[in-house]
């Protein structure tokens, strides 16, 4: 997105020191990159930017207004509410679409957001080691509101802990060791100083939990939930697992309930340039053209579910239209050119929001690169210069 930049970094281009990176990243912790780092970051010139802070500052409006935990009460499932003080999500993350405008232009466009953690500490460490490798001008950086990996680096650690010791805080996930995104954890572990616990591992005593650290039960005071809670219905044996829709004596970083209050749900509520029109399945009366809208289910992970290719007669079929949203299609820009085709980007931003501030901040992102027909995996086999990586924000 900023010529200059990109054409500089695709004549330096070595596919060696591609490799190198890959070995650095894999040897922070040996086997647990289960994913594919891009070849490339991305260059975001200052406009972009700006506009999709614009955009963040006019949905955090409406989730800092005093009616949002009313409006979106019915978002939780009945039986996947979680009791406790949900405050505020700790940590938003908003996901833009690098799209063309009515004039051919690129502009944001939000794709999803969700009130739940991302790869921080993991990108934490990946900017570093892309910024060594990208021989980047010093006026480019991943972190947005004047933050550096220092300061991210504190910030993540204090909103993480709250005010308790980091045996008394955990990471909590089913079955980590076999999730995709499990090097993050232990970039979460060294960053934090805290465990990362299996939901089966969690020891119930009254309304207190523990867990057992090196062999000592220990109380748990404080969660960094990276659970899916509607996920977990598809594990197997879940019905024996501990039951967290019970009230405990444990806070939440964040609580599980912003995951459904702040998703797709939120969407039909949101009026912005750069949020495509949504509607509640249930809701419409007359639909509209249906070529031009994607299907997507309000409980999902990772895309699952998504249809892009609607018919009335898929809508017929629907059993639950009120757990389903339209959201207008939007058309992503092959912008980012590469050694071969160019690839499309997607950029999440995080967004952090410690105890005494009044908002949510911008902090840190990811990003993500496709040359398929959606931005994941499995839309991008055999192909090269797609996967994850960081976006750089001219400062």
């Not at 680096?153 to 999730?179: C, R, S, T, W, Y």
């Not at 459904?260 to 419409?284: A, G, H």
Request: glycine letters at 4%.
């Amino acid at each position: 997105m900023v010529p200059q930049l990109r054409d500089k970094f695709n004549a330096e281009f070595s596919e060696s020191r591609y490799n190198l990176m890959v070995e650095e990243i894999k040897a922070l912790h040996p086997g647990a990159l289960d994913f594919r780092n891009s070849e490339t970051p991305v260059f975001i010139p200052k406009a972009f930017t700006n506009m999709m802070l614009d955009a963040c500052e006019g949905i955090l409006d409406i989730i800092t207004d005093k009616d949002f935990l009313k409006v979106t009460d019915r978002s939780i499932p009945r039986n996947l509410r979680v009791p406790g003080t949900e405050s505020r999500p700790e940590f938003i993350c908003f996901d833009f679409g690098i799209c063309k405008d009515k004039n051919g232009a690129p502009e944001p466009q939000l794709i999803e957001m969700q009130a739940f953690p991302s790869l921080f500490a993991y990108q934490e460490v990946y900017s570093d080691i892309m910024r060594r490798y990208s021989n980047l001008p010093e006026n480019y950086s991943s972190y947005l509101n004047g933050f550096n990996t220092d300061t991210h680096h504190a910030l993540l650690k204090e909103i993480i802990l709250g005010n308790h010791k980091p045996e008394n805080v955990i990471l909590l996930e089913i079955f980590p060791e076999q999730q995709k995104t499990r090097i993050d954890f232990y970039c979460t572990e060294a960053a934090v100083g805290i465990k990362t616990v299996c939901l089966t591992d969690l020891i119930t005593e009254g309304k207190e939990l523990y867990y057992k650290l090196n062999g000592k039960k220990t109380r748990i005071n404080r969660i960094f939930n990276r659970l899916i809670f509607d996920d977990l219905q598809h594990q197997p044996g879940w019905e024996k697992m501990p039951d967290l829709t019970r009230e405990y004596d444990v806070e939440w970083a964040p609580h599980p309930n912003w995951f459904y209050r702040l998703s797709k749900f939120t969407l039909p509520y949101l009026i912005n340039p750069y949020v495509p029109e949504t509607y509640f399945l249930n809701e419409i009366k007359q639909p509209p053209a249906l070529e031009d809208f994607v299907l997507k289910p309000l409980f999902s992970f990772a895309g699952m579910g998504v249809v892009i290719d609607v018919t009335h007669e898929i809508l017929d079929r629907i059993p639950d239209p009120e757990n389903w949203i339209l959201q207008r299609k939007v058309e992503y820009i092959p912008i980012i050119k590469t050694l071969d085709e160019p690839a499309k980007a997607e950029i999440r931003l995080f967004y952090y929001w410690k105890k005494d501030w009044e908002r949510p901040r911008a902090v840190h992102n990811l990003s993500r690169l496709s040359k398929g027909k959606m931005i994941g995996t499995r839309y991008n086999k055999d192909k090269t210069w797609v996967g994850g990586t960081i976006a750089f924000f001219e400062q």
